[in-house]
């Protein structure tokens, strides 16, 4: 169902419309694209459309009971000239191989997309960069200290757990059967997740900001006694809830800012064209500031949206808000100008 006409809201058959899938950080895709001055589209699941019109974010709307009819909606899409901007939801609802065919215009390459779903791919990714990575027990007869086990897909840290041995490991597993994991050292420190920005354009690169997680249960543990925990048999999860803004020691900076080159370097040798636009380096950071790389994410992550209103480092380069939802705008609306449309859709 359609609510609005592109003819009521003035479009042109020639106009663009910056469109995606209603969740995740699409509000702050939304408002990014109408302050560079597009239209907008908002895909969105039955029952959260007054949610969305709320906003005013959104100039038309298509309703869907589920993300994954997004495949049905390509002829309709491509036809209103609709620029697809993918986000968390996109890879979670979508099957790879449907998003792959779409015909409708799509910010990012969409190559990388199996890189970034593959866990075993992106350690290749990451090692060709050179950043230091948590250690993969190949078997749980290896494990040796802290263990964290993560399935495969982008399911936000559910299910994850924590062991520490084989017999521990096989009692947990249990309830998990037939899921595809790994076997992850379980690194101390801080968590930070880095955001870039990196133009095809310009070959430049951008830190747009940080954040941490708050995640259900692990960041309320605390709140209960260490006594009580154990006697309570609890143990930690991690389902993300939400994400909080952050500013790292301006030293860590120079470190950081050469890891995301080399990731765009390492990408380059993918598949040529490489990554660009927004991605996410998820990093803990020990005591003795070693920085691990245990994920990255090749698009916008959810962790911007504390800053739709630009962040302490955008606010360094340009001189209006500038959320990494505006600066994909701003990057399609500079392709358009300089008729390089090429370099931003794969
Ligand atoms: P959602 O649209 O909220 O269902 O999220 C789609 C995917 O992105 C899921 O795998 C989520 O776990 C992940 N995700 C959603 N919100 C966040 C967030 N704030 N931080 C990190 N990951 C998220
Ligand atoms: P993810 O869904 O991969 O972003 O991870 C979910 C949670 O697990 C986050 O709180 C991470 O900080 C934590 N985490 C993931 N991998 C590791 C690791 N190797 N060592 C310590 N914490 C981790």
């Not at 950080?25 to 895909?43: H, R, V, Y």
């Not at 249990?174 to 101390?188: D, M, P, T, W």
């Not at 991605?279 to 949206?305: H, Q, W």
Request: proline share 3%; hydrophobic share 40%; with cysteine.
């Amino acid at each position: 169902m359609i609510y609005t006409t592109r003819k009521e809201i003035g479009l042109k058959k020639s106009d663009y419309t910056i469109a995606t899938l209603a969740s995740h950080s699409s509000l702050q895709i939304l408002k990014g694209a109408k302050d560079e001055g597009f239209a907008t589209l908002a895909i969105v699941k039955r029952g959260s459309e007054r949610l969305y019109k709320s906003f005013n974010v959104a100039d038309e709307i298509i309703v869907v009971d589920d993300f994954s009819e997004l495949k049905d909606l390509d002829e309709q899409l491509s036809e209103r000239n609709a620029i697809l901007i993918p986000h968390g939801s996109f890879v979670a609802a979508c099957d790879l191989d449907d998003l792959k065919a779409l015909k409708t215009n799509y910010f990012g390459n969409r190559n990388i997309l199996t890189w970034e779903a593959d866990r075993i791919q992106q350690r290749k990714w990451l090692g060709k960069a050179d950043l230091l990575q948590p250690k993969i027990f190949k078997s749980p007869d290896d494990i040796e200290g802290p263990v964290i086990v993560k399935f495969f897909g982008a399911a936000g840290g559910k299910g994850y757990f924590l062991t520490h041995s084989k017999e521990d490991f096989e009692r947990k597993i249990a309830e998990h059967a037939g899921k595809e994991y790994i076997l992850q050292e379980y690194v101390v420190g801080t968590p930070v997740y880095v955001h870039f920005f990196h133009s095809s354009l310009t070959g430049e690169l951008e830190i747009m900001g940080f954040d941490k997680r708050y995640e259900s249960n692990v960041d309320s543990v605390g709140r209960v006694a260490a006594k009580e925990q154990i006697e309570l048999s609890i143990e930690t999860s991690y389902t993300i809830v939400g994400n909080m803004g952050l500013v790292v020691r301006e030293s860590l900076l120079p470190m950081i800012y050469a890891m995301g080159e080399r990731v765009i370097a390492a990408s380059k040798e993918i598949d040529g064209i490489g990554l660009f636009g927004p991605f996410c380096l998820e990093t803990i950071i020990t005591p003795d500031l070693k920085m691990y790389v245990f994920e990255i994410s090749a698009r916008i992550v959810a962790g911007t949206n504390p800053y739709i209103n630009g962040s302490p480092y955008t606010d360094l380069r340009y001189d209006v808000p500038m959320s990494t939802g505006r600066r994909i705008a701003r990057e399609i609306k500079h392709a358009i100008a300089s008729d390089e449309l090429e370099k931003v859709f794969q």
